[in-house]
């Protein structure tokens, strides 16, 4: 079975993606100082929000000395699989169509964008 994953807030999400866009573990100060332009979060904000994350089984901490190092346990591609299923039923009853309905009409994408998702339709009955 699989295992649930939870909705990230905001800032949980910023600091998510600096870890996936990171290789390896990170520390605090390194996600602090990458979040500096988005975000003036002193470090220990940074600390209760990674804290959390760790809580809610996104992160795995490990103790290095006198700081942590945070490795993700779950993949960007995973949450945004679980985020994009959940983003489509609670808004759109699982419908696809009234999605693409939507945002077409509020002009958030146009006849190009509908020619990329109507070849990679395609491309996906094809295999």
């Given at each position: 079975m699989k295992r649930e994953i939870k909705r990230l807030g905001d800032g949980e999400l910023d600091i998510m993606q600096v870890?996936?866009?990171t290789e390896g573990a990170v520390?605090?100060?390194y996600i602090q100082e990458q979040l500096k332009a988005k975000r003036d979060w002193p470090l220990s904000a940074v600390?209760?929000?990674?804290?959390r994350l760790v809580e809610k089984g996104f992160l795995s901490c490990e103790k290095e000395g006198r700081s942590n190092s945070y490795r993700?346990?779950?993949t960007r591609e995973a949450y945004q699989e679980a985020e994009s299923r959940s983003f489509l039923s609670r808004l759109y009853g699982n419908s696809f169509t009234g999605l693409v309905?939507?945002?077409y009409n509020g002009k958030a994408i146009g006849?190009?964008?509908i020619e990329d998702l109507r070849k990679f339709l395609d491309e996906l009955?094809?295999?």
């Amino acid at each position: 079975m699989k295992r649930e994953i939870k909705r990230l807030g905001d800032g949980e999400l910023d600091i998510m993606q600096v870890i996936w866009g990171t290789e390896g573990a990170v520390h605090s100060s390194y996600i602090q100082e990458q979040l500096k332009a988005k975000r003036d979060w002193p470090l220990s904000a940074v600390l209760t929000a990674l804290n959390r994350l760790v809580e809610k089984g996104f992160l795995s901490c490990e103790k290095e000395g006198r700081s942590n190092s945070y490795r993700p346990l779950i993949t960007r591609e995973a949450y945004q699989e679980a985020e994009s299923r959940s983003f489509l039923s609670r808004l759109y009853g699982n419908s696809f169509t009234g999605l693409v309905a939507a945002l077409y009409n509020g002009k958030a994408i146009g006849r190009e964008e509908i020619e990329d998702l109507r070849k990679f339709l395609d491309e996906l009955e094809g295999k």
